[in-house]
Structure formats: C-alpha cells, structure tokens
C-alpha cells in the first residue's frame, strides 16, 4: 500500500483536520514532494520553489481544519499549492524566457562516455525540465508527478480529481510532446506553438 | 492503430504497467516498423533523465517542515490582538496576566498522574472542575462562573451520531499581583507587556 493511499492515510488526515500536530507533520512529509511537482508545473520560473513550499505548508497547517471531507484533502492541497504558484506569478512582473527553437535540442548531445556522460545527463534533463513545464497545464501536471515517488495513474487521478484512464493518456500524450519538442520539430519562430496536437485530451 | 494508441504502449512499458496483450501488440507493430524500438528506447531515456531532473528540483521538499509551532504562535499573536482592539484594554489586561504570571495563578495545575493521586478531586474532568471551583471559592480566587458557554465552531459528526461543539467555560477569577501588566504594539508590530498602573480605588464593578 502507497503511503498516499489507504485508512492510515484517511486517519492521518482526519487527527490533522482536528489540529493533530503530529498528524499534520506526518501528512506534509508525506505528501510534500509531490507538492513540489505541482508548483513545478505552475510557478514562475524565476520564482523560488522553496519560498513556494514553505508558504503551501503554512496554508495547510493553517487551514486544514476548514477542510470537511477527509476524501477531498489531495486536490485540496494541489489547489492550495497552485493558487500559491499562481499568486505568485501575479504579484510578480516576470520576464518570460520562452523556449527557443535552438536552446532544448542542439548542443547538449556529446558523444563522448565517461565522466561528462553525468553531466550531459543532467544537462538533458535540465532541458527536458524546461520544456515540460512549458507544456499546457492538462499534460504536464501529471507528467512531473508521474516521477514523484513512482506515484501511480490512481494516485495522481485521485490529486487531479481526474479518472486513471485520462491520466494515463495524458502521460503518454505529453511524453510524445516532450520528444517532439526536444527534436525541434514542433517549435516555429523561436516561440513554442500551440498546435491542434496539444489540445487537452481527456 | 492511432498514434494515441501507440504512444499510450510505449508509456505503459516506460511505466512498467504493460500487460502481455500490450507486448504483443508492440512485437507486432514493431515487426512492421522496426523504428518503434528506438521510439520506445528514446522515450525511456527522457523519462529516466526528465525524472533526475525532477527529482533534483523536489529535493529540496524534504528540508521544508510543517510550521506548527509558527502558526500557533501566529494565532495566539492574533487573538491578543483582537482581544486588545475589540475588548478594550481591560481584556488585553487580563489576557496579559495569563501570559505573564503563566499557568501558576492562572488555572489549576495539570494532573499528569491520573486521579489516584488526588483522590479529591474526582475521576472525571467535570468532578475535578467542580473541586477546582470549589476549592478556588474557599481561597478566594473563584469569584464566580459564568453560566453561557460560548460556542466558537460546531458540526455534525461524520458518522451522524451527533455534533461536535467548541465552547469557551468562563469562570471569574481574582489574583493579587505585585505588578499589572498591559499589552502595547511596538512600531514592528510585536506585543509587548507594558506595567500599567491603577488608582487605588476599587471599580464598584465587582
């Protein structure tokens, strides 16, 4: 059983619904890494995930006792956690950095193995990163949860209030969009497009 | 077959949920376009390098713990407040007197031991209440209790059984203090008790 699942979990949620303070330590550790995703998928990029995080646990040690049904509590903190990313982005005047067609693709590729191999590795990474949060909301929410703890289809359908079977298209449909991208082959005037392909599929 | 359909095999072998009729499928689709195998091997690889690069972004998650303790403080900072603002200065008085005398000569002590070792005072926490007014009467610091309960939140219980109500107990007490404090806003905005000096005579109030 996933420690986001199950009757442990549902108790935990209902001692943090009466003031627990243990189980409101014991949820948040739980559950903070996926928070993290999601204010990956949403926060400004110049904005500071840490200063995110710090403020989506004030909420929910704040206002957890206003929460009714134990059932709700997943999409609960995934809206806390958005609005956060999301009040952030409007309070801010940011500077967009927008994807270009010559940065995710090219020059990151080197065929040289050894100990650069990690850093080209991570470098990757870095750019697939990039590219996924560009992608619209409905593709790369479940996307970057899909890599927090090994969380399931049901697990993340249960945070995005979302069937499993739409989850798994999305995953699936967003990975293409990620493949796509890196080749370049979706990007037009250094801004990423978006295409009928990318509409949200459900 | 659709490119949903194959991109939706290719993530459940990424995902480890590909059931045997998924890998026949692929085997098939891949013996009529072999590239499906270098799609799949590609899409693997993002995968592995797009979850490091999450996974490196996430980890600063674990340094971040609940704020019990700040949200507590930051309530009690709040009720001062609007204890001082909205109840006049004489509750923001009595407030300071609990917060600066502290639990000696602001309520009974905790009974840590259970009732056997204070037999006179009950088994129940309405038994020992009622000793602890009682007794505090007979000192002189019980004046009186106040008989409204007031309620602060109540709901149905979920199991339908009843209801669960917070309420507040009033009882009326009276301390001699050397010294009477009064809370005052620093230009921070921090509460800070202040001596606060009264005339001698009595209000009549009491």
């Known amino acids: 059983m996933s420690v986001l699942e199950g009757p442990q979990v549902r108790r935990e949620v209902l001692a943090a619904m009466r003031g627990d303070p243990d189980a409101l330590r014991t949820l948040w550790q739980q559950h903070r890494r996926w928070v993290a995703a999601i204010l990956l998928a949403h926060k400004p990029r110049e904005a500071d995930l840490e200063d995110l995080l710090q403020e989506v646990a004030m909420v929910m040690v704040r206002s957890m006792h206003e929460l009714r049904d134990p059932a709700a509590f997943k999409p609960w903190l995934r809206m806390v956690a958005v609005n956060a990313a999301k009040a952030l982005g409007r309070s801010t005047s940011l500077r967009r950095l927008r994807y270009t067609a010559d940065a995710p693709g090219e020059g990151a590729a080197s065929p040289d193995p050894g100990p650069e191999a990690m850093v080209r590795t991570r470098e990757e990474g870095r750019q697939l990163l990039e590219i996924a949060?560009?992608?619209?909301?409905?593709?790369?929410?479940?996307?970057?949860?899909?890599c927090i703890q090994g969380m399931s289809y049901r697990e993340i359908g249960r945070v995005l209030d979302l069937p499993e079977t739409t989850i798994e298209t999305r995953i699936a449909r967003g990975r293409r969009m990620l493949?796509?991208?890196?080749?370049?082959?979706?990007?037009?005037d250094g801004v990423l497009k978006q295409t009928p392909s990318m509409e949200i599929e459900s | 077959m659709n490119a949903t359909d194959r991109d939706v095999l290719i993530s459940r072998i990424i995902d480890g949920?590909?059931?045997?009729?998924d890998w026949s499928l692929v085997r098939a689709m891949a013996e009529r376009d072999p590239t499906l195998w270098s799609e799949l091997a590609a899409a693997q690889q993002d995968h592995t390098e797009l979850c490091a690069a999450v996974a490196m972004r996430v980890d600063i998650a674990e340094q971040i713990e609940a704020p019990i303790e700040e949200v507590a403080s930051q309530t009690l900072r709040r009720r001062l407040r609007l204890a001082g603002s909205g109840g006049g200065w004489l509750i923001a008085a009595a407030l300071a007197l609990a917060w600066v005398l502290g639990p000696h000569t602001g309520r009974p002590a905790p009974v840590s031991h259970g009732a056997a070792l204070f037999p006179h005072i009950g088994t129940t926490p309405e038994e020992a209440l009622e000793a602890y007014i009682?007794?505090?009467?007979?000192?002189?610091?019980?004046?009186?209790?106040?008989?409204?309960?007031?309620?602060?939140?109540s709901w149905a219980l979920e199991d339908g059984s009843g209801y669960e109500?917070?309420?507040?107990?009033?009882?009326?007490?009276?301390?001699?203090?050397?010294?009477?404090?009064?809370?005052?806003q620093t230009e921070s905005g921090e509460l800070v008790p202040t001596k606060a000096p009264l005339p001698s005579q009595r209000s009549g109030r009491m």
């Open chain 2, 165 to 184: 109500i917070y309420y507040i107990r009033q009882i009326v007490e009276r301390v001699v203090v050397p010294d009477l404090y009064r809370l005052t």
């Open chain 1, 179 to 188: 493949r796509e991208l890196l080749a370049g082959r979706a990007t037009r």
């Open chain 1, 133 to 146: 949060e560009q992608l619209p909301e409905g593709y790369r929410e479940p996307l970057l949860m899909r």
């Open chain 2, 17 to 21: 949920e590909a059931s045997a009729e």
């Open chain 2, 134 to 153: 009682q007794r505090g009467a007979q000192s002189g610091r019980v004046v009186g209790v106040v008989p409204e309960l007031l309620v602060q939140d």
